[in-house]
């Protein structure tokens, strides 16, 4: 649990909305969702994973 | 000290960061809220230790046994989690999902310290 976390997740985030952007202006509307979806995607795997190990810590030391 | 400080610089840089992608893709600005929210949390947790420890020092000195502090801990617990799932979802402009979050918290909380309570009841009915 690092700072480059967020980092990694802002790139990711920046990358996608340009795509979105640049797919949006040449008129492929699906891809660019797509791409939304796919970054979403990804970003969401490496955050619950991070939230599994911050529920399984308050769990240990709250004793729930 | 110096922890707060590093807290700050985060949370400060984490939202700017979210700010710079709310316009075009919100969900992600979200992605980064739910990041640096988990990342403070965890620092917080870090500290929390000693302080329990010393919450358990005090209850054996007072011969408060510790099945009657369970309780407080739990709650303690289950507040933060429930306050941070809440405050994410009004963030992502879901606020009637934070509230029902929110008191369903609550009522764990209740229901966590139902054996406190009536341990508190035998004392009262002893007393009288």
Not at chain 1, 9 to 31: F, H, M, P, T, Y
Not at chain 2, 85 to 109: H, K, N, P, V
Request: with cysteine.
């Amino acid at each position: 649990m690092n700072v480059d976390l967020i980092f990694k997740i802002a790139a990711i985030g920046i990358v996608v909305a340009v795509l979105n952007q640049v797919l949006k202006k040449s008129d492929r509307d699906e891809q660019a969702t797509m791409v939304t979806l796919a970054g979403l995607i990804v970003v969401l795997m490496i955050i619950v994973q991070q939230i599994s190990d911050l529920f399984a810590l308050v769990k240990t030391l709250f004793n729930l | 000290m110096d922890s707060v400080i590093k807290i700050a610089g985060i949370g400060i840089v984490g939202a700017s960061l979210a700010l710079l992608i709310k316009k075009n893709s919100p969900e992600m600005s979200l992605m980064i809220t739910i990041a640096v929210c988990v990342l403070i949390i965890c620092v917080f947790l870090s500290f929390v230790s000693p302080i329990l420890e010393f919450l358990k020092n005090l209850a054996d000195t007072a011969g408060i046994s510790s099945s009657l502090l369970s309780p407080l801990l739990k709650a303690i617990g289950i507040g933060i989690v429930s306050k941070s799932a809440s405050q994410i979802c009004i963030d992502a402009g879901e606020s009637s999902i934070a509230a029902f979050i929110e008191m369903t918290g609550t009522m764990l909380a209740i229901y966590v310290s139902l054996p406190l309570m009536s341990s508190v009841l035998e004392l009262v009915k002893s007393i009288m």
